[in-house]
């Protein structure tokens, strides 16, 4: 049944205001770090800048090294997010193809993981990493208790499930193995949630904050979140050098989400439609 004109007309009306709403304080964010510190400083705060100056990122950058912690939680993120990607796979494809005893004790044992909250497991991942490990100021420490993920073998156990067994068995017919069918067959077919767990995990490994402050004290390997709150302390009312940093935090998420947008949609999306 079609909408009627005035019903579409207000759902579109409804939907350029939640917009509006959302994409709001990431304009005024670009808009502060292109603005002068005049302009931050006026009160009511003006929808645009009198002048832009794109001077401040450049001063954002000598503040502290921004470029240099952008590259390291951008290498901390790819490791992290490949090693879910492959890991995942695995366990899923284990857990929905291959049979063997207590399969479902074990994958509620392993579902029961996320249960646990990460405050718990802060403390004996910082001794086992910087204690007896000692991996402290690197990218083994900082990556080795992320590795894994219980949520992503959960969604791609549930993936490979709908995948049809009969395609599985005549697979094994036609003489494929279990990691050719893996390869060749079973992730290609679950590229959407593939997709999907990659944003998520590169963009909670990205944002992490707490744990990256434990583990380095070089500050030629700290990440994006530590120096942003480096910049504000060093430069607490330069919110338009502040801002200037948080543009450029930004762009490798907006340019994840440019290039995974339309997997990421496909992969919120599947099986919610039979048929």
Not at 75 to 84: E, L
């Amino acid at each position: 049944m079609k909408r009627s004109i005035p019903n579409q007309t207000l759902l579109y009306v409804v939907l350029v205001i939640a917009a509006v709403i959302v994409l709001f304080p990431l304009y005024q964010a670009v808009v502060t770090s292109l603005a002068s510190e005049a302009d931050v400083s006026n009160y009511p705060p003006k929808i645009l800048p009198t002048n832009f100056r794109l001077e401040n990122f450049g001063e954002a950058m000598n503040t502290a090294p921004i470029l240099r912690y952008l590259l390291n939680s951008i290498i901390q993120a790819s490791i992290v997010t490949i090693s879910h990607l492959i890991l995942a796979s695995l366990a899923a494809y284990a857990f929905a193809f291959i049979e063997f005893r207590f399969k479902q004790f074990f994958f509620l044992l392993f579902l029961s993981t996320m249960m646990i909250p990460w405050e718990a497991t802060i403390i004996p991942n910082y001794l086992t990493i910087v204690n007896e490990l000692r991996l402290k100021d690197n990218f083994i420490g900082l990556t080795l208790p992320y590795l894994a993920t219980a949520f992503g073998t959960f969604m791609l156990r549930q993936f490979f499930m709908s995948i049809p067994r009969d395609l599985y068995d005549a697979a094994v017919i036609d003489g494929c193995g279990r990691i050719r069918f893996l390869i060749t067959i079973a992730m290609p077919l679950a590229r959407p949630a593939l997709g999907t767990l990659a944003v998520f995990s590169f963009l909670q490994t990205y944002n992490q904050y707490l744990w990256p402050l434990l583990v380095t004290n070089d500050k030629n390997m700290r990440t994006v979140q530590i120096g942003l709150a480096l910049l504000q302390d060093q430069e607490r009312f330069l919110w338009n050098i502040v801002m200037a940093g948080v543009v450029m935090i930004l762009l490798p998420t907006f340019i994840l989400f440019i290039v995974g947008n339309r997997q990421l949609i496909r992969g919120l999306t599947a099986g919610a439609v039979k048929g």
